[in-house]
């Protein structure tokens, strides 16, 4: 099993600056991709930005220019710098991991964090 524990949330004004942490645990073997996912009241949840193990990085439209992910394959940790943040980012943010784990014989499984609250607010 994989356990995902997201920090970084909270309260910051527009234009402000937050960075999201995902560090994942458990009888990893393996982690594939690593991303950020949001859902704000009352909509779908969408893809914020994701980083394979090799390749490049994607993000929503919405926040290029403005975000970041990076992993730290060594911590088995994701992070998402988030920058300008505007109202409309405001969500709940989850983390998404794609991992071969001790127990799924040699096979990528998904697992997800619990969600940080990113509010944007003046």
């Known amino acids: 099993q994989v356990q995902l524990v997201e920090s970084g949330g909270g309260l910051v004004q527009p234009g402000g600056s937050l960075r999201l942490s995902c560090a994942a645990s458990?009888?990893?073997?393996?982690?594939?991709?690593m991303g950020w996912y949001r859902q704000a009241p009352g909509m779908e949840r969408e893809l914020v930005a994701r980083?394979?193990?090799?390749?490049?990085?994607n993000y929503v439209n919405s926040v290029k220019g403005r975000f970041t992910i990076s992993r730290d394959n060594a911590k088995n940790t994701a992070y998402l710098q988030m920058n300008s943040l505007k109202p409309e980012d405001t969500a709940v943010y989850s983390c998404?991991?794609?991992?071969?784990?001790?127990?799924?014989?040699?096979?990528?499984?998904?697992?997800w964090g619990k969600g940080t609250l990113v509010t944007v607010s003046s």
């Open positions: 998404n991991v794609w991992a071969i784990t001790a127990q799924s014989m040699g096979v990528f499984r998904e697992y």
């Open positions: 458990g009888s990893i073997s393996s982690i594939d991709a």
């Open positions: 980083i394979p193990s090799v390749g490049n990085t």
